[in-house]
């Protein structure tokens, strides 16, 4: 599978973006689908993630309540609803799958879960 990010740019503290995956290749139907970003200096962290098998959603502690992953299936898209940014969220987002079967859920924030990564979208936030 190819994953493209989209939709990142520069947002006012408080504003928010959309940003979508789109996957090509092959359909969206892994074990798991991923958003992660990753500051200047800083390592890829976790934002949220679908687990496909029982369409449960989580989300990094930073970011709950914030932001919402959504997918469509049909359209092979998974988009991630940002509100209330904040400069912290300033970095490059991307768009993964995995094909790990975790017996922690949680630990589909990890990175290291997650075998194909698209392109990442830059989202700054910043007065």
């Known amino acids: 599978v190819q994953l493209q990010a989209s939709g990142g740019g520069l947002v006012q503290p408080g504003g928010s973006l959309r940003l979508s995956c789109a996957a090509s290749g092959s359909s969206l139907n892994y074990p798991a689908i991923g958003w992660f970003r990753q500051a200047p200096g800083k390592e890829r962290e976790g934002v949220s993630y679908?687990?496909?098998?029982?369409?449960?959603?989580d989300y990094g502690d930073s970011v709950k309540g914030r932001f919402t992953m959504s997918r469509d299936n049909d359209k092979r898209m998974v988009y991630l609803q940002m509100n209330q940014l904040k400069p912290g969220d300033t970095g490059v987002y991307y768009c993964?799958?995995?094909?790990?079967?975790?017996?922690?859920?949680?630990?589909?924030?990890?990175?290291?879960?997650?075998?194909?990564w698209g392109q990442g979208t830059q989202v700054t936030v910043s007065s």
């Open positions: 993964a799958t995995s094909s790990h079967i975790v017996v922690r859920p949680r630990d589909l924030l990890d990175p290291d879960a997650y075998d194909s």
């Open positions: 679908i687990r496909t098998i029982d369409n449960l959603i």
